[in-house]
């Protein structure tokens, strides 16, 4: 999460979230490097046929450069990371670098839809609920709230495939691929992923929009603008939106990097589309080295693109965000 | 309408309200009746919880806490009934006829847009003027109360202004559309007395100059003391005594009254016992004693007290020249 | 849990429908563990998918092996996985959080708050993956991923929660006599959090679960035993083939008990709420 | 800057020059410095925002002081060991604003009552319940309040509980910080009552910390003013009711009274250290020395009273230019 603190530093604020987020970045790289590379699958075996002798052993060793030390194998590791040198896939062989901007698009083409209409379907019904709080509209989207967040993603993934994807349903809508050249064909091969992602996140969004419309709603100063004849629509949409811009932004912006990897994940996986999430998968499940190590990488940086994207958002929005 | 209510600015009549609480629907303000004239200062004074706020939001027909109910006979600004209304046509009457600025000047504005645009958009929400006469409006506004660069403080955030000079700000956006009524609810509590003196100065201009009737609520007897006429005693939802200032001081005639008179710590002189106190403490609404409220606590309390609720006896017709109403509520005022 | 929650908890009916089912639940899992229940998960005792019977209520899978067994071991196995995470990830994102809090923009609030930040940007399936590799199939692997990364939210509401706090007079008061830190955030400052705790618990016990789900789809799940996760996992191909039994068990068990827990959840929101330190 | 005639038995608190300032602002103390003789109560006195605050804090030991010295009987705060600190915390006690936050929402009422005995290890189980007892009928609660919890009361019940617990372990030094502010007059009438009986009957000397000048009128032996974290002036209370020399000290009485009120703007100016009288901005008798030279303390006698204050006005040397 963002960090608020602003440090007596003196450093102007934007330098500051910059090192912040470098220093994330550092961290993000460590970690990944030490699961995966430092303790992840050892190669040394593949490469040797049956029973290798042990000059052969450190002789592929020092050629994989295991016997490097530490600190040095996560220098290379950092500087293949900055180079965007992210070596070859082991499954198809093919440049990673090229794996990530062919699928990358693929990916936010379909999660963009459902994550967008989530937040905006969300934050709507969220303020209908906290507008008419303890009522029985309120009451109808707390509890169709409830029912969201207790259903796993893949049950609706599953769910919807069989209502609109077999024939045991509506059969609209195919079950798999994802032959997109124009819009008819976007849309057809996008709707089923995108009502998914849709249910699975309105739960969550509702109820944490209520939340933060609620806590704007019984501040003071909306007891003032209701004593001067402001309208309902003007206090929502003008008053009570402004002030709990930070906690949506907040929101939006760090669901981004998840919804991009883990959503699409699931979801591309599911409906066979190749997307970054396809490519993610069939990294996890075969030991994809390279792969993990760059989507790693990948969603770090958007991680923390995302965190100061938000603290420039946050100053813009709320004056008293000052930036000593 | 008879001539009284043509000078009448504010003018209510059987206000009641109602809340829910965990034990059932509790009376918390019962059947207030008062009214007063353009150019008048009302006090409604109270210690916390006696429902003083409460009355004053009731009003202006807004009850903050949910599921709370209310009930009126009429409450008439320039002698135009506002309970009757429609939520459109309220709206259209509050902050232009009648306005309301509140205790903690901290939390009452908007904290992301500026006092300028604040003001200014209740200028334009009751002005349909095509020209940008709002905005000179605002500026005029915030220059009588008192800021020598309205455009300065126009531009300023509220964080950025001190609690007096938002409780000014708040005045300002109070009286740009001139109102006829202006309630104050508890408008200096949170200041020093520096900036306490002066806002309750500015307050005291808009009586004297624009003839604006002010019901100042709070739990302050000196406050209300410096800057209104009239005062009324609420106790428990109810007016114990209603009557002018002068003679509250002079001889309060309910025993509450004057306890809390007695109570006061008085700037020149150290009282050897130290300030009278009332014993006991204020009931909480679903624990409201029967018959009078204060009967409990009372000292001059008979048996009567408990069991019967006195009557508002107001007093006949010999009230000073202006006329305005006195009376108090007990079977053996002092 | 004062007496009035308890009164406040006891009449809003939705909070205990939830915990009822909750409770009901946690019977099976006590009874799977003391090994009264669901044995027979694992036995082929019928032939592929068969229909419901008296023998198999609810059918047999690919394998022919009874659907019911399979789903009350489902249930002990989620309440394992439940537990496990909420308990050690409250704990420790609670003491993380009171030690940031406490000591607020100093060095160790920055570390933690570092380490947090780096956890929460690394895509938690990969996350879980990477455990994975590196404990090589170990079966609390799923367990370790999750505890590491559920921690950084409650650190998060906990150390908001103890900055909020540290700033009331009862916690000056308390240091004007000299307490030591540690008794002042022991005695004053966590017991009120409690409610927001036990509030978080029972969100972190859904998502445990709900995790589960996605990662045994990924293979990356329970190495030994059955859980509702593999079910569907399993059920994801009969499912095009027409046979729903799998499917239907699995993902109903999951949805009552998730709706059991988060009913629980809300109705505790309510009833503690107003006990909270008014602010 | 000496304030008082000298006596031999050192002074219960005695503040020397104190300055403090948060992180990079100016002083928000600065070089403040009073005494308080045991059984006696000093008001102090000020708007919001000067600093009254955070000079209770130091004298508590939860602030670290940049410059200058508290004494307590006779030796300073900052240089106590361990064991000394814990002697004289256990001699001075703090009551706050806010009943309901100075009171822990989840311990019971007897819980603590008893952490402060617990913790200076004062008497062993049962007296201390005896202690409990005693203190409870000093403030006019009974025992009932004991298995309960904060929010059960009202503010003036909690308030006289927080007293309880400042007194249960005899202190000779309670500051009031705020301390009646937040309740209604009746309520806050009731406390003043009960703050001068455990004045006459227990000795104990009260820092009286308030913005309401009424109030300190009731209780203050002397009176100290601070404007933007700086003393303006010193005296005993009477000769400050009647004749108050500071010209912000006259503002605040007229304000008090609804005399006058002040010009706008209304905030003190920051200002540069030993530049200027920090109350130049404002200042009705503003002389051309005042802008530019900061004031010191000069002694006004009267009897055998001292009476200080920090204004040109009362500098021999001006006087030519008056």
Sequence with gaps: ?324 | MTDTALTTALNVQGLSVWIKTASGKQQIVDNISFSIKAGEATGLVGESGCGKTMTAFAILGMLPAAGATLESVAIEVNGRDISSLSSAQRRSVLGRDIAMIFQQPGTALDPVFTIGQQITAVHRRHNRSKKNKHRQAMLNSLAQVGFDQPDKIAAAYPHELSGGMRQLAMIAMATVCKPAVLIADEPSTALDSGTRALVLKQIKRLQTDHGTAILMVSHDLSVIRQSCENVMVMYCGRVLEKTDCQSLFTHARHPYSAGLIACIPQLNARSASGAKAIPGQVPAPSAFPPGCHFAPRCEHAASQCDLSVPGFLAENEQGNERGNERGVACFRPL | MTHTTWQRLKDDRYGIGGLFIVAFFAVIALSVWAGLLGQGWSEVSGNRWESLSAAHWFGTNLLGQDIFQRTLFGAATAFEIGLIVTVFSIVLGTVLGALAGWYSYSWLDEVILWIKGVLDSIPFYLFAAAIAFALQGNRWAMHLAMIITFWTTTARIVRGEVMRIKQREFIEAARAIGLPDIIVVFRHVLPNTAHILLVQSTIVFVAAIKTEVILSFLGLGIQDGVSWGLMLAESSQEVLAGHFGNFVAASVALFIMLMGFNLLADALQDALDTQRVNS | MDTYSHNSKPRLLEVKELSISFLKQANAIDRVSFKLEAGKTLGLVGASGAGKSSIARAILGLLEPQAGEILFDGNSISKMGKHQLKAARRRMQIVFQEPAASLSPRRTVEQTLLEPLRHFDIGDSNSRKDKISQTLRTVGLNQEVLPRYPHQFSSGQQQRIAIARALITDPDLLIADEAVSALDVSVQAQILQLMQSLQQEHGIAFLFISHDLAVIRQIADDVAVMYAGQLLEYSPANTFFNRPAHPYSKALLSFARFDTAPELPIRPQPVQHGTACIYAGQCADKMIVCGRFEPEFHKIQHKKESHCVKCHLYDEKNTNDM
């Design chain 1, 1 to 324: 999460m963002t960090n608020t603190h602003i440090a007596a530093t003196g450093l102007p604020f934007i330098v500051r979230r910059f090192l912040h987020g470098v220093s994330l970045m550092l961290g993000v790289t460590f970690v990944s490097f030490l699961l995966m590379v430092y303790f992840g699958p050892d190669k040394t075996y593949e490469l040797l046929g049956k029973n290798p002798t042990s000059t052969q052993i450190s002789e592929v060793r020092h050629t994989l450069g295991y016997d490097q030390p530490f600190l040095l194998r996560y220098g290379n590791y950092l500087k293949e990371l900055l180079t965007l040198d992210l070596g070859l896939s082991d499954s198809t062989g093919e440049e990673v670098k090229s794996i990530l901007t062919r699928t990358l698009p693929i990916s936010i083409a379909l999660v963009l839809p459902g994550f967008v209409l989530g937040n905006i379907i969300g934050l709507l019904l969220g303020m209908l609920a906290a507008w008419y709080r303890g009522r029985w509209l309120d009451k109808l989207l707390m509890s169709a709230s409830v029912v969201g967040m207790s259903v796993s993603f893949l049950i609706i993934i599953i769910g919807l495939q069989i209502l609109l994807c077999t024939p045991y349903g509506l059969n609209l809508f195919p079950v798999r691929g994802w032959q997109v050249h124009d819009l008819p064909s976007y849309l057809y091969y996008v709707t089923v992923p995108t009502l998914a992602l849709l249910l699975v996140t309105l739960g969550y969004n509702t109820r944490f929009y209520r939340a933060v419309m609620v806590e704007e709603i019984d501040r003071e100063h909306i007891l003032t603008l209701k004593a001067y004849g402001t309208s309902p629509v003007e206090l929502l949409f003008k008053h009570v939106l402004k002030n709990s811009l930070i906690p949506v932004i907040t929101r939006i912006m760090f669901s981004v990097p998840f919804v991009l990897v883990s959503g699409s994940l699931l979801l591309e996986s599911y409906f066979g589309i190749p997307g970054i999430g396809l490519v993610t998968f069939n990294a996890i499940t075969s030991g994809d080295q390279p792969i993990l190590k760059a989507v790693v990488g990948l969603t770090g940086l958007l991680f923390v693109l995302a965190l100061m994207l938000t603290d420039i958002l946050y100053s813009a929005v709320d004056p008293r965000v000052t930036r000593q």
